[in-house]
């Protein structure tokens, strides 16, 4: 469960007090951020709006290792 809040400035913070790892992608429109707590995985898409990245992930360079999927 998060809690989320709202600052005087109009900002938000959530808080995820069951909090237990996170992870940070890059993808072609931005970055997307994935944290999982005691209650599931919360998805963030942080997407740019006037770009895309000029060239491609090191994901999308490197063929994938058959079996490392």
Same mark, same amino acid.
């Given at each position: 469960?998060?809690? +989320? ?5 109009? %900002?938000? @913070?959530?808080? #995820?007090?069951?909090?237990? &790892? ?9 970055? +997307? ?5 005691? %209650?599931? @995985?919360?998805? #963030?898409?942080?997407?740019? &709006? ?9 994901? +999308? ?9």
């Amino acid at each position: 469960m998060s809690l +989320e809040k709202s600052t005087p400035k109009g %900002d938000s @913070l959530t808080e #995820f007090p069951t909090y237990l &790892k996170h992870w940070e992608e890059a993808r072609p429109w931005g970055w +997307e951020i994935r944290i999982l707590t005691e %209650d599931g @995985l919360h998805i #963030f898409h942080c997407k740019w &709006k006037d770009y895309r990245r000029s060239g491609l992930l090191k994901e +999308e360079k490197e063929p994938a290792l058959k079996g490392y999927n």
